[in-house]
Nanobody, 124 residues
């Protein structure tokens, strides 16, 4: 139900735009988040946006460099990633969940639906 795309291989300082597309009208009622994971490590929160677009959270590691937005008419959430660093290298997953309270937006346990992931590699 969720399809993440836009990953790739870039150099430090470059930008990438990830997209998360969903099918069906349920997307409009769901908070959407981005998480990332590297081999052997737990999945960590990156950013999330509530249904109306007003509630947005970022992890401290990406704040000021990444921007999340949504277009409910297209059932799409975009993660614009700027000034990429090697430590941003990971598989990025988008996830969706309903009735997620603000304090739970950073927890992967709050999200019921997950996309397949897209690889982002930042290397010179």
């Amino acid at each position: 139900q969720l399809q993440a795309s836009g990953g790739g291989l870039v150099e430090p300082g470059d930008s990438l735009r990830l997209s998360c597309a969903a099918s069906g009208d349920i997307f409009r009622a769901y908070t959407v988040g981005w998480f990332r994971q590297t081999p052997g490590k737990e999945r960590t929160f990156v950013a999330a946006i509530k249904v109306g677009g007003a509630g947005i959270r970022y992890s401290d590691s990406v704040k000021g460099r990444f921007a999340i937005s949504r277009d409910n008419s297209k059932s799409t959430v975009t993660l614009q990633m700027n000034a990429l660093k090697p430590e941003d290298t990971a598989v990025y997953y988008c996830a969706a969940g309903r009735t997620i309270i603000t304090s739970s937006m950073t927890s992967d346990q709050a999200y019921a639906y997950w996309g397949q992931g897209t690889q982002v590699t930042v290397s010179s």
